[in-house]
């Protein structure tokens, strides 16, 4: 008899039935042994075999069907969605412009092919094999529950600040139907700022544009606030736009994959529309080719600086969604023989695609701005909300119909912004679902949990509504997703590699891709190498690079620099991510037995329910059995044939 592992399980016919019944429990009638010890063999009356299995079974609790994707295009436009966000319009094209223009494609797809398709395909992998969400899943290796409860975190932080982006888009879209536009030098309010060109920041001297005043005065309100320790008063209006777009969030996400899987036809979708139509306008426009010029001129030089390469990683991060557990959730309600890796390849590349073709989008239009401005283009560039909410807003505003470029443009950022927060929702519901799966077999329930989530979210968020707010805002931004989300996914690899087994690991894909092609199992190798050498060794030089510029580079908001203890504040978030992996690591060892080599060993293996939920492909639905089992490593379930075959050799031995 062998145990889960594959090791044969100790135990002989000397050991008495009395100490076995000690370490064994009964499921259907029949013996299951824990920690991989079977029953004893010792001769047993054919009466006592009938009046075990006559003994009453208990109960299996009512198991709910998990559900599915209506079809593989809601899986793939919702991982599309998920994927293609605002990273893609405000911050990809700046990096590009920024680290060498075109050069900058070279470390970018190095570091795609090298760690980010490797990891999305090992998130994709890891979530369909185990159909569970970020925290269960682990159950292939309880000793990185961790990692699960570490994506929970980072994923928390990602929506607490992302839901304010969608605010902004809100309040500029409804800014957006006035005519002229507010931020334009057509509003009367501006004509004489337009005019003369005087008014200025009294600390720094610069001379503010309509957009720059709009921006921080009527939307974020910063004027009127000092730094990280003076939030000031809550902007209502921003904070009307948050509980709205919370409301959104919730109705969508309200029957699960089967209300957002059907909106993502639309929101994955009419981005692309926009840009292409961003780009033919664009294309019309005098000065355009000087802003696409200014966005792919190559500097070669610039390959030499460590400071590009993690741009590079950092941006496919970013973009990818890698370590999240959005990944994970939503490829945990796929059909098992779904082909994870032709979907990997298809997301990955569509999503670099679209960070490359909007840069088109972005600078055509860039480069006519600094044409009617008469200056260089490197002047009206900007990134991340500098980009979306001041530097394009202008250009759009000098456009012949502004109100409706405006409209399109603040429609498609919001379009941008729901999928990916789709996402992260996704990470977060499923984790807890399935920790607590008496609230997925209620539906009030469910719905409750949600709206207490989403409310939850909205009343956390408010800090980022204030007038000090974007300060907040940029301390979340730049610490949810630094080194802690890099530690979080390299332990994935090294766990998934080197304790579950990279071997297993690719046998599990091939598995599921029942009719797999030659092409699949020659592209496996490469990820083989990818996942225990090559991933590894660069998420470390990746990491050691952020820690150096963490320590010696200040962060700072405009001309505001942040005082240590911000900075200690920004840290302490990371650091609490990925520290979950070492707490719930050194729970996992305490609740074994043994040494602590055995306690170690024991951690590591797989839950004998890891492979109960991966039987949910239509051609395997028959062969799925589910009695009930025992919630530990090494436990071995006897069935019928056991016993017949312990009978007949009773029988032939006397």
């Known amino acids: 008899m062998q145990d889960e592992s594959g090791k044969a399980a100790p135990g002989g016919p000397d050991v008495t039935t009395a100490n076995t019944a000690q370490n064994s429990v009964h499921s259907n009638g029949h013996t299951i042994t824990q920690n991989g ?204 736009c948050l509980l709205a777009a919370w409301i959104i969030i919730f109705l969508c996400m309200l029957k699960g994959i089967r209300s957002s899987g059907k909106v993502v036809y639309v929101t994955a979708t009419f981005p692309y529309f926009v840009l292409i139509v961003l780009i033919i306008r664009g294309a019309t426009l005098e000065g355009s080719l000087q802003g696409v010029a200014f966005y792919l001129t190559p500097d070669w030089g610039r390959l030499a600086n460590a400071q590009v390469w993690n741009d590079a990683a950092s941006q496919i991060f970013y973009s990818l969604g890698i370590g999240v557990g959005g990944l994970l959730s939503m490829a945990s309600y796929n059909k098992f023989d779904n082909n994870v890796i032709r979907d990997t390849l298809i997301i990955t590349t569509g999503n670099c695609s679209t960070s490359f073709f909007a840069g ?102 408010l800090l980022l509504v204030t007038d000090g707010g974007i300060y907040w805002f940029t301390l979340i931004d730049s610490f949810s997703t630094s080194f802690g989300l890099i530690i979080i996914t390299l332990f994935m690899c090294i766990g998934i590699s080197f304790f579950y087994g990279v071997k297993q690991f690719c046998q599990d894909i091939i598995d599921m891709i029942c009719h797999c092609p030659p092409w699949c199992s020659k592209v496996l190798l490469y990820f083989k190498a990818c996942w225990v050498f090559f991933t590894p060794c660069l998420l470390l030089l990746i990491l050691t690079h952020i820690f150096i510029e963490m320590y010696n580079t200040s962060l700072h908001y405009g001309s505001y620099v942040y005082p240590r203890w911000g900075k200690a504040l920004g840290v302490c978030m990371g650091a609490t991510c990925c520290l979950q992996i070492l707490i719930w690591a050194i729970v996992a060892i305490c609740r074994e037995t043994g040494t602590l080599k055995d306690r170690f060993q024991k951690a590591i293996r797989p839950l004998n329910s890891w492979r109960v939920n991966n039987l949910n492909s239509t051609g395997r639905v028959e062969e799925r059995v589910e009695p009930e089992r025992v919630e530990a490593p090494f436990t071995v379930t006897l069935t019928d044939m056991d016993f017949t075959a312990m009978t007949w050799e009773v029988g032939r031995q006397a």
């Open 360 to 461: 088109f989008a972005i600078f055509s239009i860039l480069g006519h701005m600094a044409w009617r401005k008469g200056v260089p283009v490197g002047q009206v560039a900007d990134t991340g909300p500098g980009l979306a909410f001041v530097a394009y807003p202008e250009a759009l505003a000098l456009l012949p119909g502004s109100v409706f470029w405006s409209i399109l443009f603040f429609l498609m950022l919001f379009m941008l912004g729901i999928d990916t927060l789709f996402g992260n929702m996704e990470g977060i519901t499923t984790a807890v679902l399935d920790e607590f799966p008496q609230l997925r077999r209620n539906t009030l329930h469910k719905s409750l949990f949600l709206g207490a989530l989403c409310f939850s979210f909205f009343l956390m968020g």
């Open 37 to 240: 010890h079977n029953p004893a063999a010792t001769p047993v009356s054919q009466s006592q075999f009938e009046s075990r299995s006559q003994s009453p079974a208990p109960t299996p609790t009512p198991i709910v069907p998990r559900e599915q994707w209506g079809g593989k295009y809601e899986f793939l436009l919702s991982c599309i969605g998920y994927c293609v966000g605002l990273g893609n319009v405000w911050r990809f094209p700046y990096l590009c412009y920024r680290n060498g223009g075109g050069v900058f494609l070279i470390p970018y797809f190095i570091m795609l092919f090298v760690t980010g398709v490797p990891l999305f395909l090992m998130e994709l992998s890891l979530g369909q094999y185990g159909a569970a969400g970020p925290i269960t899943v682990w159950k292939c290796c309880p000793l990185l529950k961790g990692i699960g409860i570490g994506m929970l975190c980072v994923s928390t932080l990602v929506c607490l600040y992302y839901n304010v982006i969608i605010a902004w888009t809100f309040y500029y879209l409804g800014s957006s139907f006035q005519s002229p536009l507010p931020w334009s030098c057509d509003a009367v309010a501006n004509a004489a700022l337009c005019g003369n060109g005087t008014v200025g920041n009294s600390s720094t001297g610069k001379v503010l544009s309509p957009t720059e005043i709009f921006w921080n005065e009527r939307v974020l309100g910063v004027v009127h606030s000092k730094g990280l320790h003076d939030p000031g008063p809550v902007r209502w209006p921003l904070a009307l």
